[in-house]
């Protein structure tokens, strides 16, 4: 059976994705980047430094340095987070589930470590997480493997030993290139064909159970 959950944060387990869309549009916008060029679809599951850094690139501007505006967005961000993020449908259920069977979690994230830190803190579920890891702390984020490779490795357990929870087309893809096997929840705007690599996908997490578990460790052990 598989030795270790690892799942999103963002869009997965809580719902700051509305604030990550907002505090970026408006900042970015307020450095004169185009509205038009502000989409969502080209930001979720990316971690910040790659979204502000790839936007200046396309639209440099005078003022704040790269680094400054994503430190102001993830402050922005956490403080959202910590005062009234909302829990995603089944992250709890979700959470008995593993814990009832002994398999370790591990959260794995595009977002720094602070933003990891508050939605953990949202949650309540520090401690019943064995590691948490940072995109942030890669050279490549996702959609690279490396930040699923590396919490693997902090987990002691190979790849495909493991099942992997995303929300966002990018996120699926580092873990399905890690080698690991991947349940695709689509957050709002994300519809189900945008992330059709997953292992299966699911309208919630409240839909996963143990035939789904056991379904995916046949095909993923073949």
């Known amino acids: 059976m598989f030795q270790a959950a690892i799942l999103d944060l963002d869009g997965l387990l809580i719902d700051s994705e509305p604030y990550w869309d907002r505090v970026v549009f408006e900042r970015l916008a307020h450095l004169d980047v185009p509205a038009e060029a502000l989409l969502p679809s080209e930001t979720r599951g990316i971690s910040v430094k790659e979204v502000v850094e790839n936007y200046f690139k396309r639209y440099p501007w005078s003022g704040p340095d790269p680094q400054e505006v994503c430190i102001e967005i ?22 008995q589930f593993f814990l009832a069977r002994r398999i370790p979690m591990a959260i794995c994230s595009s977002s720094p470590i602070s933003i990891i830190e508050a939605g953990i803190d949202r949650l309540g579920i520090a401690n019943v997480l064995t590691l948490y890891h940072s995109a942030q702390n890669e050279k490549r984020g996702k959609p690279a493997p490396d930040v699923y490779l590396t919490t693997c490795r902090k987990l002691a357990v190979e790849p495909r030993a493991a099942i992997a929870f995303e929300d966002s087309p990018n996120g699926v893809r580092a873990a399905i290139d890690a080698g690991i096997c991947c349940v695709g929840v689509p957050d ?21 159970d143990e035939e789904r578990l056991v379904l995916l460790w046949n095909k993923q052990s073949r």
């Open 188 to 208: 709002n705007g994300f519809p189900a064909e945008m992330i059709a690599h997953a292992s299966c996908i699911l309208n919630s997490l409240e839909e996963f």
């Open 74 to 95: 993830v402050s922005r961000v956490t403080d959202f987070i910590r005062r009234e993020a909302s829990i995603k449908p089944g992250v709890h259920e979700l959470i």
